[in-house]
């Protein structure tokens, strides 16, 4: 297998291999675990699937396709947002902080709601937007035990995170937090030393090749593509829920944050990236 690098991983991305949504559920790292298949003793088995996004919006861009296939296999789909999402508008006298929060927590609800997710599969750990914590930063351990605690109780086969390398800083500490908190580090103790899920990793900000960084020599990943052409248009109707951030609903900051046409078009495609470590 040739060595995946950033040319062929964001600027040529059509040249990754595809798999199925039925592979990727019917995969787990969990020893003994069942696929998302019929059986005739128990019907379809529906296996955890944990999807966790830095902010709100970012399950549903880089995994809007995969949610609204697993859910169509009965496979049963968490989301868990680490940040509060406040930072995108911090200047709106329209929206202060916590309307902020409010409006986007609801958007998120709408999207995950068209994708198939079910309200109550649908969690925010609220951490500060631009500052969530890293391994140096005092409060890293608490972020780790809240985040630990919510995995405990989904126990997923499958966690989808945000890529390790993504050049956004909160998405870097949110795979920290999540990688502390399942396998463990620095003390602390691997959540299912036998048994630890699958780690599918998406990307969102290498699409921009402005910000795009290199990858660390000697990681040995393969990335592939899943294809979403049968769900792409609820995808796309799932991410028209994010106004706050695909339109000018807040007017009154000049500097807020709006995702534009051309990063939006990375996400609409008929297909998704993902990555592994091999």
């Known amino acids: 297998m040739s060595p995946i690098t950033n040319k062929s991983l964001f600027s040529d991305p059509a040249t990754l291999p595809w798999r199925s949504v ?16 019929p059986t005739k003793a128990q019907g379809t088995i529906a296996k955890s699937v944990l999807v966790v996004a830095p902010h709100p919006d970012d399950e549903t861009l880089g995994c809007g396709g995969a949610i609204a296939l697993l859910q169509s296999l009965k ?19 329209q929206y202060p902080a916590a309307k902020l929060r409010s409006l ?5 609800r709408t999207a995950t709601a068209t994708l198939g997710i079910e309200a109550s599969a649908v969690d925010f750990l609220r ?7 890293t391994p140096e930063m005092p409060d890293f351990a608490a972020a780790v035990e809240m985040c630990r605690d919510r995995i405990t109780a989904i126990k997923p086969d ?8 993504d050049p956004h800083p909160d998405h870097r500490a949110t795979w920290q937090i999540v990688h502390y908190a399942i396998v463990g580090a620095h003390g602390c103790a691997p959540l299912h030393p036998q048994n630890s899920p699958r780690f599918i990793e998406y990307p969102i900000w290498d699409w921009d090749e402005t910000q795009r960084s290199d990858l660390a020599t000697g990681d040995r990943i393969t990335a592939w593509r899943l294809d979403i052409s049968d769900v792409v248009e609820v995808k796309k109707q799932a991410i028209a829920a994010y106004r706050s951030q ?10 807020g944050f709006r995702l534009t046409p051309e990063m939006l078009a990375n996400f609409t495609r008929n297909w998704e990236v993902y990555i592994e470590e091999l």
Not at 22 to 30: L, T
Not at 75 to 93: A, E, K, Q, W, Y
Not at 127 to 133: I, M, T
């Open 127 to 133: 951490l500060p937007d631009g500052a969530v914590p």
């Open 104 to 108: 986007r927590e609801g958007e998120t």
């Open 75 to 93: 496979c049963r789909v968490n989301v868990l947002v680490i940040s509060d999402g406040t930072m995108s508008h911090p200047r709106s006298r």
């Open 246 to 255: 695909t339109t000018n609903l807040i007017d009154d900051d000049p500097e």
């Open 22 to 37: 039925a592979e990727i559920a019917s995969k787990s790292a969990y020893r003994g675990a069942q696929p998302c298949a």
């Open 158 to 165: 499958i966690v989808f995170l945000p890529w390790r390398y």
